[in-house]
T-cell receptor
Framework: ETGVTQTPRHLVMGMTNKKSLKCEQH?????MYWYKQSAKKPLELMFV???????ENNSVPSRFSPECPNSSHLFLHLHTLQPEDSALYLC????????????????FGPGTRLTVL | GQNIDQPTEMTATEGAIVQINCTYQ??????LFWYQQHAGEAPTFLSY????GLEEKGRFSSFLSRSKGYSYLLLKELQMKDSASYLC????????????FGSGTRLSIRP
């Protein structure tokens, strides 16, 4: 599935840097998600957007700041991160929010492998 | 609370059959997904169950028992390319926008 793209694929940053992760979906979906995947831990939902409105914020530290300028693009702005924030950050999209039915099947991007030094 | 359990690792032989189990506890079950994730790649959707029973899709089948809080993914005629992590995920009514993922089962296929 190449409908969801993410850039960059790999990112190394210092704790004082500011960087942004970008996600773009070409599927015409209405909902977009940011997940964090750490080694041997479940996927952790960070943020959910539906029609450019944030509908879920899972107690994520303020050093992570999402932005959804339109239904096709999603950004994750990073600043003053900690080494424990090193992980794979996955973007996903679905036709609608997962309230019911199969139209909420999530399609994932390839992820950004983030290393914080 | 919400909890999803699945084995951390499994090994199987090429051409054989393997069953990956998933048990869950949620306050309001509303559907279960299985995803496949190859190392370094994105998770890809395999199956979705919301009613009890078996859903078959080619070499892969998924089973659900809501009363037991239990699902399994059955892979037949295993191929080397099936070596991957398999993620069980549950949708919960307590949050309209949330799907809870298990830690995944890493399946290794040997010749």
């Amino acid at each position: 599935e190449t409908g969801v793209t993410q850039t960059p694929r790999h990112l190394v940053m210092g704790m004082t840097n500011k960087k942004s992760l970008k996600c773009e979906q070409h599927l015409g979906h209405n909902a977009m998600y940011w997940y964090k995947q750490s080694a041997k831990k479940p996927l952790e939902l960070m943020f959910v957007y539906s029609l450019e409105e944030r509908v879920e914020n899972n107690s994520v530290p303020s050093r992570f700041s999402p932005e959804c300028p339109n239904s096709s693009h999603l950004f994750l702005h990073l600043h003053t991160l900690q080494p424990e924030d090193s992980a794979l950050y996955l973007c996903a999209s679905s036709q609608d929010l997962p309230t019911s039915g199969a139209t909420d099947t999530q399609y994932f991007g390839p992820g950004t492998r983030l290393t914080v030094l | 609370g919400q909890n999803i359990d699945q084995p951390t690792e499994m090994t199987a032989t090429e051409g054989a059959i393997v069953q990956i189990n998933c048990t869950y506890q949620t306050s309001g079950f509303n559907g279960l997904f299985w995803y496949q994730q190859h190392a370094g790649e994105a998770p890809t959707f395999l199956s979705y169950n919301v009613l009890d029973g078996l859903e078959e899709k080619g070499r892969f089948s998924s089973f659900l028992s809501r009363s037991k809080g239990y699902s399994y993914l059955l892979l037949k005629e295993l191929q080397m390319k099936d070596s991957a992590s398999y993620l069980c995920a549950v949708r919960d009514r307590s949050s309209a926008s949330k799907i809870i993922f298990g830690s995944g089962t890493r399946l290794s296929i040997r010749p």
